[in-house]
T-cell receptor
Framework: DTEVTQTPKHLVMGMTNKKSLKCEQH?????MYWYKQKAKKPPELMFV???????INESVPSRFSPECPNSSLLNLHLHALQPEDSALYLC???????????????FGDGTRLSIL | GEDVEQSLFLSVREGDSSVINCTYT??????LYWYKQEPGAGLQLLTY?????DMKQDQRLTVLLNKKDKHLSLRIADTQTGDSAIYFC????????????FGRGTSLIVHP
């Protein structure tokens, strides 16, 4: 079992749909992350939130829109996605701040996204 | 920039030891992590080591760090079929960005 919970586990959507991915953690972590992972590849960082503020956006297309409504929740809103966006989307959390930079990230099990 | 290298595949017989290797280039790397990813799942943190340590042991897992050669290894004793997965090495440098850099992952295949 993972302490970072992601829903849904699987999502199939058309290119004109709007959907959201959700992530929740109750470990008191104040840094939360979205990663995209293609098969047999390492995760690629998309966004980082620190203390509920967006701190890193790795030049992600605007069809991906992150949101951090509170310290436990992280959403990823999807709109007008392309077939190449099909991937496993992973959420992670960790302690925030440079004094905690030794603390590891904890990952959820991901949402498997397929774009038709 | 940082670079983390791993071999892509390792095949071992059940009951043998597995050794997964990782090299990194950033000499200021202070924190090094091993993650396991089973099919259809996320990344599970297995263990981590700080650069002021040479070795860390946790049950069947032994991590060795050679700072001079910037080489990290993960040894799994008595490898079982349930250990079949992709293993990612990751490093993180102090200060600045606290985002880890991941290696490409090593696929461990355990056969009877």
């Amino acid at each position: 079992d993972t302490e970072v919970t992601q829903t849904p586990k699987h999502l199939v959507m058309g290119m004109t749909n709007k959907k959201s991915l959700k992530c929740e953690q109750h470990m008191g972590h104040r840094a939360m992350y979205w990663y995209k992972q293609k098969a047999k590849k390492p995760p690629e960082l998309m966004f980082v939130y620190s203390y509920e503020k967006l701190s890193i956006n790795e030049s992600v297309p605007s069809r991906f829109s992150p949101e951090c409504p509170n310290s436990s929740l992280l959403n990823l809103h999807l709109h007008a996605l392309q077939p190449e966006d099909s991937a496993l989307y992973l959420c992670a959390s960790s302690q925030a701040g440079t004094e905690n930079s030794n603390q590891p990230q904890h990952f959820g099990d991901g949402t498997r996204l397929s774009i038709l | 920039g940082e670079d983390v290298e791993q071999s892509l595949f390792l095949s071992v017989r059940e009951g043998d030891s597995s050794v997964i290797n990782c090299t990194y280039t950033d000499s200021s790397s202070t924190y090094l992590y091993w993650y396991k990813q089973e099919p259809g799942a996320g990344l599970q943190l297995l263990t981590y080591i700080f650069s002021n340590m040479d070795m860390k042991q946790d049950q069947r897992l032994t991590v060795l760090l050679n700072k001079k050669d910037k080489h990290l290894s993960l040894r799994i004793a008595d490898t079982q079929t349930g250990d079949s997965a992709i293993y990612f090495c990751a490093e993180r440098s102090p200060g600045g960005s606290y985002i880890p850099t991941f290696g490409r992952g090593t696929s461990l295949i355990v056969h009877p």
